[in-house]
């Protein structure tokens, strides 16, 4: 995604802000000096209901939870509060399936 244009913006505190893909890691998604457009979750489903409150608390636009990744609540809150959502699928596939 990134030799697309996006930058991504790597969340994760297990990695206690290294540096991934040219970025500095975050341990949460509280606001970064960036407007943040879209939350990509890749945890388990039980732990996508915090990240997507958290993807409404910081403003985000979408919600895209991967692949095996539901949480119908989670869903609706995120929905309820404006934002797109997206469950159960892989935005890389998307991605290049909408880019040819």
Not at 51 to 74: H, K, T
Request: net charge negative; proline share 3%; aromatic share 6%.
């Amino acid at each position: 995604m990134q030799s697309q244009g996006y930058r991504i913006i790597p969340v994760n505190p297990a990695l206690n802000g290294a540096t991934v893909l040219g970025e500095q890691s975050y341990n949460d998604l509280e606001p970064k000096g960036a407007a943040i457009d879209l939350v990509d979750v890749f945890r388990r489903s039980e732990f996508a209901g915090a990240v997507s409150d958290d993807a409404v608390s910081i403003g985000a636009r979408y919600i895209w939870m991967q692949d095996g990744v539901v949480d119908e609540a989670a869903a609706e809150r995120a929905r309820t509060a404006g934002l797109g959502v997206i469950m159960d699928d892989c935005i890389l596939r998307q991605h290049k399936r909408r880019r040819g």
